[in-house]
């Protein structure tokens, strides 16, 4: 596989509704698509998942525009390689970090690989599911609101919810949503919210039968997370703290967690989370694939990786209009009955709606 070209759209989307958590408030959405030939002319898409600002990691929309054109871009146009794992491999060796950066390279270049095998790229990633089941993400607001837009995604048949929680406004929304909802399997998602010195606040979550509790502690930690797991009846899921296959095999040794959330942005690509997924099968910890308010493009790989094996839990993988008044692929992704069907089609499975991305990009570069 030989690239010549690489060319960057940023994008700008406007949320359906703004996505509230305890860290901030997301109403615009930024975003960078990647969009590589391969000297054969196939395109293949990629996406940066990062945000604006860094509240999510350290990475943002501009950094990562910057480690693409100065430093990955002419690496990936240098190469010459079978497998984009050879890619992952190089450019981990030569760049540290910049995860999101990477993967939406890695991305791309994955779905040319599909095409050039002639399969989808479920399959090339080694998926075997037919279709995933879907779960959606439930943002913070009055009690009244969050019930409300619960129920109208448990009518639609999402088969998983996960709410935003914070000190304060933990303890009495999970218990209302319970008695409200009393077998709806749901989860909860900290986003760093709380310290070991508030263990009985997590303690008081144990009495509702959660799925799990996602990233209470710092995003950086999993030793607090190892003693606080031991405190807790309720599994603990590791999102932000799981950078790497390393740090999943650390946190999985040290009895961090029980549930592992992969994100390939977060990862550095899908080699890696394909990697991770391996790990956790091996060590009987389940995993779920997270989301990033990302476009169809995203949405689209994460509808393959979620095909593989040890994906036992519903995903934040929803339908395109959940987000989006418009998406950029066509067709959307739909849900119907709580799953999606895994695309059949060689490579990403959608094609990218040319017309509206030149309506919403802000600025495009190629190298």
């Given at each position: 596989?030989?690239?010549?070209?690489?060319?960057?759209?940023?994008?700008?989307?406007?949320?359906?509704?703004?996505?509230?958590?305890?860290?901030?408030?997301?109403?615009?959405?930024?975003?960078?698509?990647?969009?590589?030939?391969?000297?054969?002319?196939?395109?293949?898409?990629?996406?940066?998942?990062?945000?604006?600002?860094?509240?999510?990691?350290?990475?943002?929309?501009?950094?990562?525009?910057?480690?693409?054109?100065?430093?990955?871009?002419?690496?990936?146009?240098?190469?010459?390689?079978?497998?984009?794992?050879?890619?992952?491999?190089?450019?981990?060796?030569?760049?540290?970090?910049?995860?999101?950066?990477?993967?939406?390279?890695?991305?791309?270049?994955?779905?040319?690989?599909?095409?050039?095998?002639?399969?989808?790229?479920?399959?090339?990633?080694g998926?075997?599911?037919?279709?995933?089941?879907?779960?959606?993400?439930?943002?913070?607001?009055?009690?009244?609101?969050?019930?409300?837009?619960?129920?109208?995604?448990?009518n639609?048949?999402?088969?998983?919810?996960?709410?935003k929680?914070?000190?304060?406004?933990?303890?009495?929304?999970?218990?209302v949503?319970?008695?409200?909802?009393?077998?709806?399997?749901?989860?909860?998602?900290?986003?760093?919210?709380?310290?070991?010195?508030?263990?009985?606040?997590?303690?008081?979550?144990?009495?509702?039968?959660l799925l799990?509790?996602?990233?209470?502690?710092?995003?950086?930690?999993?030793?607090?997370?190892?003693?606080l797991?031991?405190?807790?009846?309720?599994?603990?899921?590791?999102?932000?703290?799981?950078?790497?296959?390393?740090?999943?095999?650390?946190?999985?040794?040290l009895?961090?967690?029980?549930?592992?959330?992969?994100?390939?942005?977060?990862?550095?690509g899908?080699?890696?989370?394909?990697?991770?997924?391996?790990?956790?099968?091996?060590?009987?910890?389940?995993v779920?694939?997270?989301?990033?308010?990302?476009?169809?493009?995203?949405?689209?790989?994460?509808?393959?990786?979620?095909?593989?094996?040890?994906?036992?839990?519903?995903?934040?993988?929803?339908?395109?209009?959940r987000?989006?008044?418009?998406?950029?692929?066509?067709?959307?992704?739909?849900?119907?009955?709580?799953?999606?069907?895994?695309?059949?089609?060689?490579?990403?499975?959608?094609?990218?709606?040319?017309?509206?991305?030149?309506?919403?990009?802000?600025?495009?570069?190629?190298?």
């Amino acid at each position: 596989m030989k690239i010549k070209k690489v060319t960057l759209h940023l994008i700008g989307l406007t949320l359906v509704t703004p996505f509230v958590s305890s860290i901030g408030t997301v109403k615009e959405r930024e975003s960078i698509l990647v969009e590589i030939e391969d000297e054969d002319g196939r395109i293949g898409w990629g996406e940066v998942v990062a945000f604006s600002s860094p509240w999510y990691t350290e990475e943002t929309i501009k950094t990562c525009w910057h480690m693409i054109e100065d430093f990955i871009a002419p690496i990936v146009l240098s190469m010459t390689f079978d497998h984009p794992s050879q890619f992952a491999e190089e450019i981990s060796y030569k760049l540290k970090r910049n995860n999101m950066a990477k993967a939406a390279i890695e991305g791309a270049l994955w779905d040319i690989y599909a095409q050039r095998k002639g399969i989808s790229l479920a399959t090339a990633l080694g998926g075997t599911k037919k279709n995933i089941e879907s779960g959606v993400v439930v943002g913070m607001g009055s009690m009244e609101t969050v019930l409300k837009t619960i129920g109208a995604y448990v009518n639609e048949g999402y088969k998983r919810v996960k709410v935003k929680i914070e000190p304060g406004k933990d303890l009495e929304v999970i218990k209302v949503i319970r008695q409200t909802f009393p077998h709806l399997p749901l989860m909860a998602d900290a986003n760093s919210a709380y310290s070991l010195n508030l263990v009985k606040n997590l303690q008081a979550l144990d009495q509702f039968g959660l799925l799990m509790i996602e990233q209470p502690l710092e995003s950086d930690d999993i030793i607090d997370h190892a003693k606080l797991q031991k405190e807790l009846q309720t599994p603990i899921c590791l999102d932000e703290s799981i950078t790497s296959y390393d740090d999943a095999r650390k946190a999985i040794e040290l009895g961090s967690c029980k549930v592992i959330n992969i994100k390939s942005g977060r990862v550095g690509g899908l080699t890696e989370a394909v990697k991770i997924h391996d790990l956790c099968l091996n060590h009987h910890v389940p995993v779920w694939c997270g989301g990033m308010l990302e476009t169809g493009i995203s949405r689209a790989q994460n509808i393959a990786l979620a095909s593989l094996e040890n994906f036992t839990i519903p995903g934040d993988i929803s339908a395109s209009s959940r987000y989006w008044e418009q998406d950029v692929i066509i067709p959307e992704v739909q849900v119907q009955g709580g799953k999606i069907e895994v695309p059949t089609e060689i490579g990403l499975g959608y094609k990218v709606n040319r017309q509206f991305l030149e309506q919403i990009t802000k600025s495009k570069k190629s190298f």
